[in-house]
């Protein structure tokens, strides 16, 4: 496999490791090995210090290193594909799928997956994350892109940087919100006390995400909710709830103590997914249905006669759309 070229351009003065980890959506531990490795470029210049300042403008060059193929670990399960091309792959990523192989997990994961379907992959996050171009929590279900090509890889990850690419999620919570809309815009970071968590920290990335209140439950103890972020960090949407003393029901990290008997996953769903396609740039949205599990809880605790009316895709965006973020 040879070596992949990515470029980008400084938007602001900071870190050049805080600047790839944004763009590249890639841990900064990872990014400083690959400064340190030689594998990047500033102005054409190899960079070898991972807290060097970049000037607005400045062209960066990423040299990723060719890494020999891991043979993909044996799989049980199947993934529901939502749309297909050349270029990209829309999956619906089953609730307790890890998405990529780490040291820490041992069962298979969504790249295994891709690998046993001979799906060609973008190289640019590297063997073990490749083709990944935004991630979901193991226990979220919905609506995620995969790359192709390294030329489709590098166009969605700019839009996942510029926020032309959008999630829209539903939540069921714990209480209700108290407004028909709730805007938080608090820095996440890992957690000081719990290293399994994040937590709104003084000296976190910036983080922000709307929600807002779709269908109360019949006792109203609990609501459904949408949820649009506007940044992606690690949890941000179980953060950002806990952080106004609201959690996701079957939420064990960050919610409240439940039954595992009663609710067996966590009810967070993305749902609705939008993007330019790379290569014709053709606006594209893709929903990924309530899985079964949801379906029946709202079945059983929310009046449902209106439901496929509230869960309009269409709908959705439109609550959204007269949303901005300064």
Sequence with gaps: MHPANISFNAAGNERLDAFLSTVMNEPRNQIAHLIKGGHVEVEGKQAAKPGLKLKPGQRVVVTLPAMEPKAAQPIDFNVPILYEDDHLLVIDKPSGLTVHPAPSVKEPTLVDWLKHHDVRLSTLSGEERHGIVHRLDKGTSGAMVVAKTNEAHEALSRQLQDKSMGRFYLAVITPPLKEEMTFIDKPIGRSPGNRLKMAVVPHGKPAQTLFKKLLPSR????????????????????????????HILGDHLYGIKSNPDKIQRILLHAYTLYFAHPFTGEAMRFSAPLPEQFTLWLQSYFETENLDETLDPDRIATLFDTDTVD
């Design 219 to 246: 006792d109203e103890k609990s609501e459904l909710i949408a949820c649009k972020l506007f940044t992606g960090r690690t949890h941000q949407i179980r953060v950002h709830l806990e952080s106004f003393s609201r």
